[in-house]
């Protein structure tokens, strides 16, 4: 079957840095992507990735390995804003998106 | 990335009767656009693709006589919930793929509460 995990909840100081992981089982892969999504509001696209390695936006960075279907997003300077849910999701071979769960991240002053 | 739009924001309406809900692009015409339920912390499901000049595709589970997708023009598909049940209430959200990696942009979400 088609899975994505992700924990459930982290917590973080206000300008630390903070890693969530995400492993992924789909049939066929397309590509991972990060959403974060804040309460009560719709998710925003933070990045995408389809090959190996690290790719960094600011102050946000994705990193895959394909073999070990493992994701990660890193967050660095964490701001207060950043608290949000991150959602991991892996687009299949019917380019269809299979979501996690989302991961809540709490940011602590 | 693309610019979606939904309307209402919010609604609330009385069990039996039926809601509309209008999901536009603004800036793209989307032949392609998806509908999800988030309940409370919960993450987002699928419930169908839209597509447009032709039916929708749901997903499974999801009752397509109640849930009614129109995908009329290339800027605009609505969902109708009909006959709304308190069970019906929900976060809806609608996206479409935009970009080289199809990347879905998604509307601001309607919420529903059923009474």
């Known amino acids: 079957g088609q899975n994505i995990d992700q924990p459930t909840e982290m917590t973080a100081t206000e300008g630390a840095i903070v890693q969530i992981n995400c492993t992924y089982q789909?049939?066929?892969?397309?590509?991972l992507f990060w959403y974060q999504q804040h309460a009560g509001e719709a998710p925003t696209f933070l990045s995408y990735?389809?090959l190996d390695g690290l790719e960094e936006k600011g102050r946000f960075s994705s990193f895959l390995s394909r073999s070990k279907g493992y994701s990660y997003l890193l967050l660095k300077e964490l701001q207060m804003k950043d608290s949000a849910s991150y959602l991991c999701?892996?687009?299949?071979?019917?380019?269809?998106?299979?979501w996690g769960a989302g991961t809540k991240l709490i940011i602590k002053p | 990335g693309a610019v979606v739009s939904q309307h209402p924001s919010w609604v609330i309406c009385k069990s039996g009767t039926s809601v509309k809900i209008e999901c536009r692009s603004l800036?793209?015409?989307?032949?392609?656009m998806f509908w999800y339920r988030q309940f409370p912390k919960q993450s987002l499901m699928l419930m169908a693709t839209?597509?447009?000049?032709?039916?929708?595709?749901?997903e499974q589970g999801v009752e397509k006589d109640k849930f009614l997708i129109n995908h009329a023009s290339l800027t605009l598909s609505t969902l109708t919930v009909t006959s709304a049940h308190p069970e019906d209430s929900s976060f809806y959200i609608c996206?479409?793929?935009?970009?080289?990696?199809?990347?879905?942009?998604f509307g601001p979400g309607t919420r529903l509460t059923v009474t």
């Open positions: 996206s479409q793929g935009a970009g080289e990696a199809q990347e879905q942009y």
């Open positions: 800036d793209f015409q989307a032949t392609t």
């Open positions: 839209s597509n447009e000049g032709s039916k929708a595709t749901y």
């Open positions: 789909t049939s066929g892969f397309n590509g």
């Open positions: 990735n389809v």
């Open positions: 999701a892996s687009m299949d071979s019917n380019y269809q998106l299979i």
